[in-house]
């Protein structure tokens, strides 16, 4: 029961705690981009003559699925509903940066991801209304993705980024032995990301906080024509939001 609140409690106001943290960092580094300006001396131009940069990466992510009925689902009389409910979880891994020109980067993000996400079912019999089948997953991400960057604001930069993502869960052997009762889902998984931030120059590093959704662009289904929660899908898709702190320099 314990572990259950605590997971409430993060799907309920994870995000509201990451913008509030995020609106805290937003008035430090206002207050240090103000001296700075007086003084006429950015750190922006230090990092400007670095071709390539290294750091690590901090985040919140809410993941879920989109899910598809089968025809099955519309001919079923014990299933009535299928929904995908979100669930929270966190990052932790290291950026690589390659500057090409004044305005992109090359970026590579190795990551590991916790996440949780849960499909509920409501059947129609009276011992059984709801049932909810859910997902763990600790993921190894590889994401490679293009930012473009705004021209500098004496120690602040906007950028937006795009790219492409695979997964591989490795939490998944873990739930071969409940494959005849449990809805699978494959391991790997592909994503298109897209996204958007603020670079914020110290004197030692870069700040980046940035908000990235990702779509996963292929069936995660693996189906089981002998598991009714299986039948009533047609598909299932990932879908992740993303709250990250870059620390780079």
């Given amino acids: 029961m314990y572990s259950i609140n605590i997971r409430y409690l993060l799907h309920l106001h994870g995000k509201k705690i990451a913008f509030l943290l995020a609106l805290c960092f937003f008035g430090a580094i206002s ?4 001296n700075f300006q007086a003084k006429d001396n950015y ?13 690590i990466t901090l985040g919140y992510n809410n993941s879920s699925f989109r899910a598809f009925r089968s025809r099955e689902f519309l001919e079923s009389d014990s299933i009535s509903v299928v929904e995908s409910l979100s669930g929270p979880g966190f990052n932790l891994g290291i950026v690589a940066n390659l500057k090409i020109g004044d305005y992109f980067d090359l970026r590579f993000l190795p990551t590991l991801s916790f ?49 492409v993502k695979y997964a591989f869960d490795v939490a998944s052997d873990s739930r071969t032995r409940q494959a005849e009762t449990i809805v699978k889902i494959s391991p790997s998984d592909f994503s298109f990301e897209y996204g958007a931030g603020i670079q914020f120059f110290f004197p030692y590093f870069i700040f980046s906080p940035e908000f990235k959704i990702s779509h996963g ?33």
């Avoid at 207050?31 to 103000?34: D, L």
């Avoid at 131009?45 to 290294?54: A, C, G, L, N, V």
């Fill in 31 to 34: 207050g240090k981009s103000q």
């Fill in 43 to 55: 750190n922006f131009f230090d990092f400007q003559k670095k071709p390539y940069y290294f750091g």
């Fill in 115 to 163: 996440a949780e996400r849960n499909l509920e079912y409501n059947r129609n019999s009276r011992d059984l209304r709801v049932a909810l089948t859910t997902v763990e997953s600790v993921f190894v991400e590889v994401p490679f993705q293009v930012r473009y960057k705004s021209a500098p604001f004496h120690d602040l930069r906007l950028f937006v980024i795009a790219g």
């Fill in 217 to 249: 662009i292929g069936n995660t289904l693996l189906f089981n024509d002998k598991l009714e929660e299986s039948t009533v899908l047609e598909k299932v898709l990932s879908r992740t939001f993303t709250i990250s702190f870059h620390f780079e320099g």
